[in-house]
C-alpha cells in the first residue's frame, strides 16, 4: 500500500469513526478515557521499553540533549500520561449543549448546538506524552483523531496508541476513533494536510518550521500557534509596585515559554521614574536589556536594540525596551510588532485600560496582570490542545470547546415559510 | 503601477484603517452608515447613469439574460440599498461585547470580548447591491472591506464606493475602511486570497467555480458557501399534514434558492403512505419525481433516481426520493451525499427527534420545519453576509457576529503567576 493509499485508508476510516463518536454518550466517553488511563498504568512496563528503544535510536542518531529530554518516559510521566487522561474524563462534556434557543415571529424556535468538529489531525514534535492527552481531549470532545508524532517518538506512539485503542473498544467505540500515523514517512503529513474530505482541521503543535510548512501546503483548516512576542505596557498612571512585579513575573518567571513577555514598553513622562528599579531587577537576574536611545540615557547598561529586536521571540534572558509618548503610541507598536498572542498595560487609569483592552489585536489583552496567566489552566479550560494566535475560530487557548463547533436547530411543530 | 503592487497598497490603508475601525464607537459606525444612506438616495442618477453605463457594455458584451437582471440597478433598487444600509445601522453593536467574566483562584478575572476580525475581503458577481450590502456589514462589525465584484459592474462600483468612502469620511472615519479594486483584472483576486498579512478572512458570494478556485488558491482563511442539497426525512412518526406541508414548503416555495429540499427520504413502513399525496402535489408543480425502485412501484410517474441524483442540488423543478429502513440509515445517507447546509426531520417521535438534531452534521438541522428556513433574517441576525457550509468560525447563516472574533481579557490589580 503506497502512502497516499495508507492516509486515504486512515481518513476514510477516521470519518467513520467520528459519526459514531458524534452520537456518543457522555458516559461512553468517560468509559473509554478510565480504561485508557487503567490500560497506560497496566502496562507501564512495556510502554517504558517501547520508550527506551526509541531513546536507543535517538541516541544512536546524534540527536541533542533538549529533543532527548522531550522523547523520555520516565516512570512518574506515564503516570503523569494516565492521571491526565483521569482528568479529561472528569471534565464537562461540550457536546449537545444547545444555547440560545428562542421563539421566532414565524412561530419557529431557533438556537444553537455544540457538535463535534468531526475529525482532528494533530502534528506534533517526538512527545510520546502528547499522544495520549491529544487523544484524550479530541474523545472527550467527540473528534475523531489522527495523530502524527515526531518519527523518533514511533515505538513509544504504537505502543500508547494500542493501548487507546484497547479503552475504545472496551467501551463500545471504533477502536478507529484514534490513530496514530504508524510510518515515518514524511509525505503522510502532505496527505494529512491536504485530505479536505476526511480532515475537518489541523492542530500543529511545534516548532515554526513546522507551522511555516504547513501554512504553505494545507488545504484544511488550521488551529495554528505561531510565536509569543508578548508585551508588557506601563502607562504614565503604571502603580511602580505592580509595574516591578509584573515586568518581573511576565519576564522572569520563566524564560522559554511563549507567554513570557519579550518587550517592555513605557510612557516617556515616568520612564525615568519606573526604569531604573525595574532594569537593576533585571540585571540581577542576568537578563540582558535592549532598549531605544531613550532607554539607554536612563538604563546605561542597556545595549542598543534594533528594528528586528522589536519583532523577536527572544524565548531567553533578553528583553527590549522601547519609550513611548502614550498610549496612542504603546498600541500601534504592539499592533505593528506583536505576535499577536499576549499583552499586558500597567495602569490604574481607567479609561485609558478599557481603550487597551478593545483596540489592541492580540489573542489575550490583559489590565494589571502578568502575561504568564495566558494558559488554559489559568483560564478555567481545564485543559488545553495549544494556544491559537489565529482570528478565525479558536482565539488563544484553547481547550474542548475550541474542538466544537455550534451548528443551528430549528424545533416547528409543522411550520413553513411564508 | 503593477496589480501586485496596486493590491499591496491597498491592503496596507485596508489594516491602517481596520486599526482605527476597531476602535470606532457605535455613534461614528452609524453616523457613516446613515451618511452613505442619504448620499446614495442624494445621488440616485447618477448611480442609475453609471449602471446605465455597465449595462451598455454587458449587452454589446452579450452576456446573458440573468447575469443582466443581477447587474441591473432599478430606481427601487436604490431605494432598496440606501433602506438595506439603514438597517444595518438599526442593528445592535457586537463589539466591545464582554461576557463570561469569572474570577479564577488566582485572583484573576477571566473572559472575553468580541472584536472585529479585521480586514475582509468580500468577492462577488456582478451585482451592484451587494457593494452597498457589503460594505454596510463590514463597517457595523467594525471591519476594514476590500471588496471585489464582477467586472461587468465596475462602474456602478465605482459610483457606490465613492459614496461610502464619503459618509465615513463625514463621520470622521478613514476612507479606506471601504475599498473597491478599481480594475478588472483577474490577477487582483489572485493577490487578494493570497495576502495574509492584510487580508484575514475572504467572503466568495459567488457560484461554485468561483468557490472552487478559491478553495484551491487561497492562503487566506474562507468563510465559504459552496451548495445545498438539503434533505426532508419523513420519519415513521411523521404526522401526514405536516409532512405534505413540509415537503411543499421545502420544494416548491422557490427553486432556484440554496435552502430549498432536492432530497426526500421517507421510512419504508409509512412510504405507501406518505408518497402518494405528496407525489400527487409536486406532480400537479411540474416537479419531476427521481426515485429509488421502491419509490417507483408507489409513484408511477417517478424515474429512476441515480446515484448522482442523490449528490445534486437541482436548483430546479426535480426532487430525488429515497426509501430508507428508518433513521439510522437516513442519517447515515444524509451525512454521505448532503452538502451539510440545511436538513429537516418530520416527525412526532421525541428521541428520534433529538438523535437527528444531534447526529446530523449539517449547518442548520431542523425538526417539523420547512428548510426555507435556514436564512439570516428567519433566525433573527437581522442581516446576512452569506450561509456558512464549512464547521470551522461561522456556520450557516452568517451575521454581523459571524464577522468577528472573541479575544480573552484578563483584569487583575497587580496579579502575578505563583
Known sequence: MDIKEYMQTVGRQARAASRR???????????????????????????LAANAEDLAAARAAGLETAMLDRLTLSDKGVDNMAEGVEQVATLADPIGEMSDIKYRPSGIQVGKMRV???????????????????????????????????????????????????????????????????????????????MREFVDVIVPRGGKGLIARLLAESRVPMIQHLDGNCHVYLEEEADPNKALKIVENSKTQRYGTCNTAESLLVDRSVAGLLLPPIAAMLTGKSVEIRGCAETQAIVPNA???????????????????????????????????????????????????????????????????STRFADGFEYGLGAEIGISTDKIHARGPVGLEGLTSQKWVVLGDGHVRG
Chains 1, 2 share one sequence.
Open 21 to 47: 463518536l458524534a452520537g456518543a454518550t457522555t458516559a461512553e466517553k468517560n468509559a473509554a478515557l478510565l480504561h485508557i488511563a487503567a490500560a497506560i498504568r497496566r502496562d507501564k512496563a512495556a510502554l
Open 116 to 194: 463535534p468538529l468531526g475529525v482532528i489531525g494533530i502534528i506534533y514534535e517526538a512527545r510520546p506524552n502528547v499522544t495520549a492527552d491529544a487523544a484524550a481531549l479530541c474523545l472527550k470532545s467527540g473528534n475523531a483523531a489522527i495523530l502524527r508524532g515526531g518519527s523518533e517518538a514511533i515505538r513509544s506512539n504504537r505502543a500508547i496508541a494500542a493501548l487507546v485503542q484497547e479503552g475504545l473498544q472496551a467501551a463500545g467505540l471504533p477502536a478507529e476513533s484514534v490513530q496514530v500515523i504508524d510510518t515515518t514517512d514524511r509525505a503522510a503529513v502532505g496527505e494529512l494536510i491536504t
Open 303 to 369: 545595549v542598543a536594540a534594533t528594528e528586528e529586536d522589536y519583532y523577536t521571540e527572544y524565548l531567553a534572558p533578553i528583553i527590549s525596551v522601547k519609550v513611548v509618548a502614550g498610549l496612542d503610541e504603546a498600541i500601534a507598536h504592539i499592533n505593528q510588532y506583536s505576535s499577536h498572542h499576549t499583552e499586558s498595560i500597567v495602569t490604574d487609569n481607567h479609561p485609558k485600560a478599557m481603550r487597551f483592552l478593545r483596540e489592541v489585536d492580540s489573542a489575550s489583552v490583559m489590565i494589571n496582570a
